[in-house]
């Protein structure tokens, strides 16, 4: 009998109810662990599981196989409550190689279940992970672990027999058969991937029948083999009522770039340059032309950011994105943005700096560039979203400060935020509010145009290229007031600095207030910002059952602060600010409000665990 | 009834600044002779838009009546190409200097051209960096002494022309600030072309490079070291026309005396050929060795960026018709949590 057909009889198999699982997938970047991963949350959301997800893969598209270089792993937390994170400790890991184990085995939890590949246990590959022996044969290591050593090679090419497929076409299925063997320990319904897996190889029928063969073997092995004793269910979340799917959250920043160019009187045009982890926006993109918008596939960073401000001249809503190290490259473009008081948005997604860095993992060490990198007296509106989804909305109101206060707005996200995925709310067309733009069409002094000229919030008008009678010259550099011609006077260039600084700062009145998650006094104030939300939030929340005196206060608007932050921060005893950098929110506000903020940080490309925020509450309301 | 438009004059173009370069720069003529042609096409003022970079002829937009945008050094090919795609009605000029283009916009340079963008970028080639007060350039001739080389450049300098047509572009030609009639003309056919079209212009720095270009320029002398180029004539130079160029028997130029020479044995200019090896030809004609040709060295058709681009969005739109926000959300797997 081959393993996928279905094996006789189902007795003798208990069912465990947990509210929360974390699983993760690792082996080599080559074995499909994104997409097993992927897969996995595909089904649990459609199930109806709070889904987080933090996917972890090498800079180099094929490292050396085998090596622990190469591992590339993904981490989903699925649950029946409502969660933030993609969770702490490992439940289950599935390791399809030797280097995937060595790199990811120190995150499973005692007592948790570890499945390995184990014809991928051989010698070379051993010794390509840096073991100096077989840790599967009686290793202590791993005695606190739950280990199933299932030969998951040998089994797939049982599974694919048949199929006339060649030895490597058969092994490529191994990622399937060990979701399927999870989908078994876990009770998922394998519908969705069947489904996915027959559009997705509609072409290659041979690739598709091995695929969903490989998928039903690592179920049938699930549910025939003796060692898997138990298996689980993880009831559906009691999530706010509505429709719901999947988000990334550059696939969030794309739909609400879609959505403003859709429901605005303005086309977006979105001029990038591929960079990690920034491409996936360009990509999803350059799908949605019917809705507006219009992609730019520009030479470099520098090009990018030129002709987006270019775009705005031209009267579009005018977006780039890119990473840390194209930001530096764009601020002098960025900087013409910022004293032509031109609209547009510039979306960094943060990663490892500096420098190239860690092109794959996250950080939020942008935060001081964004409010800083350019040369000049030159603040900028700064937004950071602090989830997949909230990405949708955080891109929209960063381009409506951007037309309301004719300037350049900054939107942080971070690789976790952008690359991680989380269950959204569909929402209603009719509620999202459209951005409207108010071109200017007539002269506004006398039968004259000044391009200058300001409303009482200080905001100068939008003439669009083309428009007859408004032409008019704008340039970099310093400018009269109202009629906007060169003038190096030194009294207007202090003048319009000020002004243009005002104009920034009166954002804080047009942003909502600073709200808090907890007690509106108290020991400890918490206050983060942009991607750590779930980390910071659920450790906020323990520390708060445990009876502390502690808020939560969880920062999306970086400059201006929230006109109400001050007296936020005044109303606890003491102030922690958790960051993935070494202190830039906290030089911020140690210098703004004089308030000595104790810095937690941690920089090694990966996102907090809720453990670390919560040890370190502990440690501060105990010092 | 038609409406025709209000015939716009030169002074219509002109803008209320103050003009602020040196006395006597070639600039002055390239101004006067773009502020002469652009009434002339028929197109309305508002849709004229000027984008430079920075330098010296980076000021132009200031000085004229239309849309402009004095962008940052070497940048103005990308800021143009963000401005044809939010606006493709607009007639986009790119105005820059050796520096501007060649040096620190190199690459934006290249790939606009490449793109074939619909947009005119006129050079303003004075081999000098003028604004910054006198270095070098990269098309300052080998061995320049000038404040940054003391001991003369011993870098190669680039030649413009070879450049664009390096990057194949569409349209290339040069012309002389001085020489005003031969300018508008040129200036008139750049305007006309669908596509980027590169115009170099012999500029005067009479401050920091003065007589770099009076070889080409000077009444008397120009004659015998200039070639005006003719579609489909052949190449006939000197004071009384008696000098002509023809390929020797290896391919390359040569400079002939026309006495007992048939004019059908001479080189004869095809501005539409396909294959750009004659432009690349004519471009490597350099003087003192050969007469420099003056007008268009190449004047071919291929798609448009910027017409390419809103071509893919109307199809999108008329494919897949206008965007259906409720159909994008709810794309992919999607689930009901019931109250």
């Known amino acids: 009998m081959s393993v996928a057909d279905t094996p006789a009889s189902s007795e003798g198999r208990r069912k465990e109810a947990l509210d929360t699982v974390v699983i993760r997938f690792c082996g080599d970047s080559g074995d499909g662990m994104q997409l097993a991963g992927t897969q996995f949350t595909n089904v649990s959301a459609v199930f109806g599981n709070d889904v987080s997800t933090l996917p972890d893969f ?45 790199s990811n085995v120190a995150d499973l939890k005692r007592g948790g279940t570890l499945i390995v590949n184990e014809d991928a246990f051989e010698a070379s590959n051993l010794k390509k992970a840096g073991y100096d022996h077989n840790p599967l044969e009686g290793d202590e290591a791993l005695a606190a672990y739950r280990v199933h050593k299932v030969p998951m090679t040998r089994l797939t090419r049982d599974s694919v027999e048949g199929l006339g497929l060649s030895q490597s076409e058969a092994d490529r299925s191994k990622n399937f058969f060990a979701l399927g063997l999870v989908y078994w320990l876990y009770d998922r319904d394998s519908k969705p991937t069947v489904d996915w897996v ?19 073997g690592g179920s049938n092995f699930g549910f025939s083999t003796e060692a898997f004793t138990v298996h689980y269910e993880v009831p559906p979340a ?85 990473s840390g190290p194209g930001i530096c490259l764009k601020g002098e473009a960025m900087g013409l943005g910022m004293i032509t008081e031109l609209p547009m948005v510039i979306i960094d997604v943060q990663r490892g700096g500096p420098s190239t860095g860690l092109p794959t993992k996250t950080e939020q060490s942008d935060l001081l560039l964004a409010l800083f ?51 959204w709310m569909v929402p209603n067309v009719s509620d999202i509010e459209p951005i409207t733009v108010d071109f200017l069409t007539e002269p506004n002094v006398d039968d004259e145009f000044h391009p200058y000229l300001r409303d009482e919030r200080l905001v100068r008008p939008w003439a669009r290229a083309g428009t007859p009678g408004l032409e008019h010259r704008v340039g970099g550099l310093e400018k009269k007031d109202g009629t906007g ?50 980390s910071c939030r659920t450790a906020v929340r323990q520390a708060q059952e445990d009876g502390k005196s502690v808020t939560h206060a969880h920062l999306r608007y970086l400059n201006p602060f929230p006109r109400n ?15 993935l950098n070494l202190g830039q929110l906290s030089l911020i506000i140690r210098s703004t409000y004089l308030v000595d903020a104790i810095s937690f940080n941690k920089i090694q490309g990966k996102p907090f665990k809720v453990v670390e925020v919560l040890n370190k509450i502990n440690d501060v309301l105990n010092s | 009834m038609s409406t025709l438009l209000p015939q716009l004059t030169a002074k219509d173009f002109a803008s209320d600044q103050e003009i602020r370069w040196c006395p006597r720069c070639g600039d002055y003529s390239i101004l006067a002779q773009m502020k002469k042609v652009l009434p002339e096409l028929g197109i309305p003022r508002e849709q004229f838009c000027f984008v430079s970079g920075i330098g010296c002829s980076s000021r132009f937009p200031y000085y004229m009546d239309t849309y402009g945008f004095h962008s940052i050094h070497g940048r103005a090919p990308a800021v143009a190409t963000g401005v044809k795609l939010a606006n493709p009605e607009l007639q986009v000029w790119v105005i820059t200097g050796d520096g501007d283009s060649l040096s620190i916009g190199g690459n934006h340079l290249m790939h606009a051209i490449r793109r074939n963008l619909d947009i005119n970028i006129i050079l303003f080639n004075n081999q000098i960096y003028g604004l910054t007060k006198g270095q070098y350039s990269p098309t300052s001739p080998l061995g320049s002494k000038t404040k940054s080389t003391p001991y003369g450049s011993v870098d190669n300098p680039l030649n413009p022309l070879s450049v664009a047509i390096g990057c194949e572009a569409t349209f290339v030609a040069r012309s002389v600030d001085v020489d005003t009639r031969h300018l508008a003309a040129t200036l008139r056919r750049a305007a006309h072309h669908k596509g980027t079209s590169f115009v170099e212009v012999y500029q005067d720095c009479n401050v920091f490079n003065s007589g770099a270009f009076y070889y080409a320029s000077k009444k008397g002398e120009k004659e015998d070291n200039i070639i005006y180029l003719e579609h489909g004539k052949p190449l006939i130079f000197g004071k009384k026309r008696d000098k002509g160029v023809r390929l020797n028997a290896h391919g390359r130029p040569e400079v002939v005396e026309l006495s007992g020479i048939s004019e059908d044995d001479l080189l004869f200019h095809d501005e539409e050929a396909e294959d750009p090896s004659l432009a690349f030809l004519l471009a490597q004609m350099r003087h003192p060795e050969f007469p420099e040709p003056l007008g268009v060295l190449r004047n071919v058709s291929r798609t448009v960026y910027d017409e390419a681009v809103r071509d893919q969005v109307a199809h999108a739109r008329e494919t897949l018709g206008e965007g259906d926000l409720e159909k994008l959300f709810n794309s992919g797997d999607t689930w009901v949590v019931e109250p």
Not at chain 1, 198 to 216: D, G, H, S, V
Not at chain 1, 565 to 579: A, G, H, Q
């Open chain 1, 58 to 102: 090498p800079a180099e598209i094929r490292a050396p196989i085998g090596t622990v270089a190469g591992v590339s792993g993904f981490q989903i937390c699925f649950s029946s409550k409502d969660i933030f994170t993609p969770g702490d400790e490992v439940d289950t890991l599935v390791a399809m190689n030797p280097a995937a184990l060595k």
């Open chain 1, 198 to 216: 027959q559009t997705k190889f509609a072409k290659k029928p041979e690739i598709a029948e091995a695929n969903i063969r490989a998928l039903k």
């Open chain 1, 238 to 322: 009691k999530l706010a009522p509505g429709k719901y799917r999947k988000i990334t959250g550059n696939e969030a920043v794309a739909m609400g770039l879609a959505t403003a160019a859709r429901l605005s009187n303005a086309d977006v045009v979105f001029s990038g340059y591929p960079i990690t982890p920034a491409s996936d926006i360009l990509h999803e993109l350059s799908k949605f032309k019917h809705f507006g918008v219009t992609t730019f596939q520009a030479e470099d960073e520098i090009a990018a950011m030129a002709a987006t401000c270019g775009a705005a001249f031209g009267g579009a809503m005018a977006v780039t994105a890119s």
């Open chain 1, 373 to 423: 990198g350019r040369n000049g007296e030159s603040p900028l509106p700064v937004i950071a979203p602090q989830t997949p989804g909230d990405c949708f909305w955080a891109i929209q109101e960063a381009m409506r400060i951007a037309v309301e206060f004719m300037t350049p707005v900054l939107l942080l996200s971070d690789g976790y935020i952008a690359n991680g995925a989380e269950p």
């Open chain 1, 485 to 534: 011609n060169v003038e190096y006077s030194p009294e207007n260039h202090q003048h319009m600095s000020d002004i243009r600084a005002r104009k920034i700062a009166n954002v804080a009145d047009f942003i909502p207030e600073q709200e808090v998650d907890g007690p509106v006094s108290g020991d400890l104030l918490v206050l983060s910002w942009g991607g750590t939300f779930g």
């Open chain 1, 565 to 579: 932050l001050e007296s936020i921060i005044r109303s606890y005893k003491k102030v922690l600010i958790p960051e």
